[in-house]
């Protein structure tokens, strides 16, 4: 079973900052998920990656295949970014995907 | 667009009783998925259908059962509710024409939050 490991848990940051959430997992995977949960709990898909980078917004994911790891950032963020960020993997033939417990991001005005 | 509709939105049931949770989906999704949050844990998967007519377990799938009634709806049965059942529930769906594998992105409900006193 894939182990997915997301860091910082939580994360507090003043409105503008630059951001990083970083998602480690420890075996071989077809596609990595960047997911956003919302305070009211709806669950949003914001990436799915399988190598390489992708942005949409102020908001980029990068992936590295030998490395095991992947990073969210966001740029200049903003309060209405505050949500609990959420990694899963989905391996090679499989459709279930393994989730991390999430990042909690907190953005002060 | 709906997308994914779950059904009920908040659920206060006692130990011992049934209830089926609904989730219904209006992409023409091929797979759909049943999972918990809990506290400190990440979403685990209870059952799963990679296509009408077939369904799996997940991770967690025990004091569960679950139904594919046709393409668009995947309902969840609990049989004889317990406290350690309390949790919320969402509903996914993936997967149109021949993809139905996981590198598909998954398009979420808005949970059903279930608590059983």
């Known amino acids: 079973k894939n182990e997915v490991e997301q860091s910082p848990q939580n994360l507090t940051a003043q409105e503008g900052e630059f951001i990083t959430i970083n998602c480690s997992y420890s075996?071989?995977?077809?596609?990595l998920h960047w997911l956003q949960q919302h305070p009211g709990g709806g669950i949003v898909s914001l990436f799915m990656?399988?190598?390489g980078k992708k942005k949409h917004g102020r908001l980029i994911a990068t992936i590295n295949i030998q490395e095991k790891h992947s990073s969210l950032h966001i740029t200049a963020s903003h309060p209405r970014d505050s949500a609990v960020y959420i990694c899963?993997?989905?391996?090679?033939?499989?459709?279930?995907?393994?989730f991390g417990k999430g990042t909690k991001l907190s953005v002060i005005p | 667009n709906a997308g994914v509709t779950q059904t009920p939105k908040f659920q206060v049931l006692k130990t011992g009783q049934s209830m089926t949770l609904q989730c219904a989906q209006d992409?023409?999704?091929?797979?759909m998925y049943w999972y918990r949050q809990d506290p400190g844990m990440g979403l685990r998967l209870i059952y799963y259908?990679?296509?009408?007519?077939?369904?799996d377990k997940g991770e967690v799938p025990n004091g569960y059962n679950v139904s594919r009634l046709n393409k668009r709806e995947f309902s969840l049965r609990l049989e004889s509710a317990a406290p350690s059942q309390t949790s919320v529930y969402f509903c996914?769906?993936?997967?149109?024409?021949?993809?139905?594998?996981?590198?598909?992105?998954?398009?979420f409900g808005d949970g059903t939050r279930l608590s059983i006193l």
């Open positions: 996914a769906s993936s997967g149109t024409g021949g993809s139905i594998m996981s590198n598909q992105p998954q398009h």
């Open positions: 075996v071989g995977i077809s596609a």
């Open positions: 990656l399988s190598s």
């Open positions: 899963a993997v989905g391996g090679a033939g499989s459709y279930q995907l393994t």
């Open positions: 992409m023409n999704h091929n797979s």
């Open positions: 259908s990679a296509s009408e007519g077939t369904t």
